[in-house]
């Protein structure tokens, strides 16, 4: 027996999630944007570290791996969180979506605290930016990043302030889930920073 496709009803198909992208497409030309603008820091990284092999494995020994695994945790968790405020409000939960978005936001706060600390602690080891090639490319790559996650931690009290007049529902989310698509970027982007420079994979 042949099997007959029966297609779904443009709503069934929008709440099932067929034929369409996550969030909007101005997030996702946003998103684009920012991997082709890492991707070309990544380039100028591995150029660097061709030309200065010795530095860079001497310079990722300086720096700290607590703080680079304190930020890989709150990104992670953060993202997590944001990621249940999407599937909560999916499943029609409001007021445990906006516990979860807040939750994220409360975790997010923590990666520029941390990386001011880190920053602290750099400077009093006397690592700066003239400290040679490797710390060159580390604080122009994680400064950048940082840019980044500010503009997505904006991002969250934009969203956030919606979600607690009553902006979304389980039906219409989209902002939600865009700020969850740049967030997660915003995650993976960290997740390569991190063994490229506190770890040297």
């Not at 042949?2 to 297609?7: E, F």
């Not at 503009?151 to 939600?176: F, K, N």
């Given at each position: 027996?042949?099997?007959?496709?029966?297609?779904?009803?443009?709503?069934?198909?929008?709440s099932s999630g067929l034929g369409r992208i996550p969030g909007n497409k101005g997030i996702w030309?946003?998103?684009?944007?920012?991997?082709?603008?890492?991707?070309?820091?990544?380039?100028?990284?591995?150029?660097?570290?061709?030309?200065?092999?010795?530095?860079?494995?001497?310079?990722?020994?300086?720096?700290?791996?607590?703080?680079?695994?304190?930020?890989?945790?709150?990104?992670?968790?953060?993202?997590?969180?944001?990621?249940?405020?999407?599937?909560?409000?999916?499943?029609?939960?409001?007021?445990?979506?906006?516990?979860?978005?807040?939750?994220?936001?409360?975790?997010?706060?923590?990666?520029?605290?941390?990386?001011?600390?880190?920053?602290?602690?750099?400077?009093?080891?006397?690592?700066?930016?003239?400290?040679?090639?490797?710390?060159?490319?580390?604080?122009?790559?994680?400064?950048?990043?940082?840019?980044?996650?500010?503009?997505?931690?904006?991002?969250?009290?934009?969203?956030?302030?919606?979600?607690?007049?009553?902006?979304?529902?389980?039906?219409?989310?989209?902002?939600?889930?865009?700020?969850?698509?740049?967030?997660?970027?915003?995650?993976?982007?960290?997740?390569?920073?991190?063994?490229?420079?506190?770890?040297?994979?």
């Amino acid at each position: 027996m042949t099997a007959i496709a029966i297609p779904l009803p443009e709503t069934q198909q929008e709440s099932s999630g067929l034929g369409r992208i996550p969030g909007n497409k101005g997030i996702w030309v946003g998103i684009c944007c920012e991997f082709v603008e890492f991707l070309v820091l990544f380039v100028v990284y591995f150029v660097a570290r061709a030309h200065f092999p010795e530095s860079f494995e001497q310079g990722a020994e300086r720096l700290s791996r607590l703080s680079g695994t304190v930020i890989t945790l709150l990104m992670v968790t953060s993202s997590f969180c944001i990621a249940c405020s999407v599937a909560t409000m999916r499943a029609g939960e409001r007021r445990r979506s906006l516990y979860w978005l807040i939750a994220g936001l409360v975790v997010a706060l923590g990666y520029p605290v941390a990386k001011y600390f880190e920053i602290q602690w750099n400077l009093a080891q006397g690592i700066n930016g003239e400290s040679g090639i490797f710390f060159t490319v580390y604080y122009y790559l994680t400064f950048n990043h940082l840019v980044h996650a500010v503009w997505g931690i904006l991002g969250i009290l934009w969203v956030l302030a919606r979600h607690l007049a009553g902006g979304y529902t389980a039906e219409d989310y989209s902002g939600l889930e865009a700020l969850a698509s740049y967030w997660h970027a915003t995650d993976i982007i960290w997740l390569i920073i991190f063994p490229l420079f506190y770890v040297l994979v």
